[in-house]
């Protein structure tokens, strides 16, 4: 009889941990449904997997630290717990008390986020720019799928535009949803629980009270300098909270600053009430 070869694990993996109670239980078996061999429930990772998303309670919160060492890229997670956490950075935070609903609701929407940060990596990594080289421009944009098109179009004229492509990605988003749509963090949390967001972005894209606002974006690039500056006609925000490293914590919007500045851009710098952001890359010679 010959050897019995074991499937290969998943490199791109949902983590849960979470102790047993009902809705423990329903969220497990709504996870096997959708994603079959890609959950995984063992205390500890299997060699070779990474993880997109990683769902944990009070009980087993240090693997939101253990996973972010295993990360598939654009990793999210969401702590289940009795209390705020305000010690614990995890991307969705809720109560103990939540229904079956509103997770999944919320895990549909951490998994979508991961895939398209993916997706668009992939797409700026298959596309060559068909214009040349940009040296200056003015854009605008009304809506979130033109933001992603937008952004991968303008990371082509920048190094490492995969990068590039995910940070101006979350500016232009943050501009349309947060600052034209009004669409603060509190209200995109009950969105996402609700299951509701996407229709409500179409719906306000739709509505006389904002759809004439638009997004512009500026490039400017000079030998040693590539400077993006991007406009909304929202009423701004109070950006001097998210200028510290714990910014993420402070919803969407600091999440999504918080990875344009880390992950994409040489300097972020908001200026008047808010509505306005000037991002930087720094050019090496010959770049």
Not at 18 to 25: E, Y
Not at 36 to 62: K, M, N, Y
Not at 90 to 116: E, I, N, R, W, Y
Not at 180 to 190: C, G, S, T, V, Y
Request: glycine letters at 6%.
């Amino acid at each position: 009889m010959g050897e019995r070869i074991s499937p290969p694990v998943p490199t791109d993996v949902i983590w849960v941990r979470l102790a047993a109670s009902p809705v423990a239980d329903a969220v497990h078996k709504d996870l096997a449904t959708r994603f079959r061999e890609a959950v995984v429930t063992t205390a500890s990772l299997p060699a070779g997997a990474c993880v997109s998303l990683v769902i944990v309670d009070d009980a087993h919160r240090d693997a939101i630290g253990q996973a972010a060492d295993r990360n598939a890229g654009a990793q999210q997670s969401i702590l289940i717990t009795k209390g705020k956490a305000s010690d614990v950075h995890a991307d969705f935070v809720l109560s103990a008390d939540v229904d079956v609903g509103s997770v999944t609701s919320v895990v549909t929407a951490a998994k979508d986020f991961h895939d398209q940060v993916m997706s668009l990596k992939s797409e700026v990594a298959r596309r060559r720019s068909a214009v040349g080289t940009i040296l200056r421009g003015e854009f605008a944009l009304r809506t979130l799928d033109e933001a992603r098109n937008l952004a991968t179009m303008i990371a082509h004229a920048c190094p490492n535009s995969d990068l590039v492509a995910i940070g101006l990605q979350e500016l232009l988003i943050n501009a349309v949803e947060h600052g034209n749509l009004e669409i603060d963090a509190d209200m995109k949390q009950e969105l996402l629980m609700a299951g509701t967001w996407r229709e409500e972005v179409e719906a306000r894209l739709q509505d006389p009270q904002y759809s004439d606002r638009m997004v512009t974006l500026s490039f400017q690039r000079s030998t040693r300098l590539i400077s993006m500056t991007v406009q909304d006609e929202g009423a701004g925000f109070d950006h001097e909270r998210y200028r510290s490293a714990d910014g993420e914590k402070s919803g969407y919007r600091g999440r999504g600053i918080a990875m344009a500045r880390d992950l994409s851009f040489s300097s972020l710098t908001y200026h008047g009430v808010g509505n306005v952001v000037e991002a930087t890359i720094l050019l090496e010679p010959h770049s």
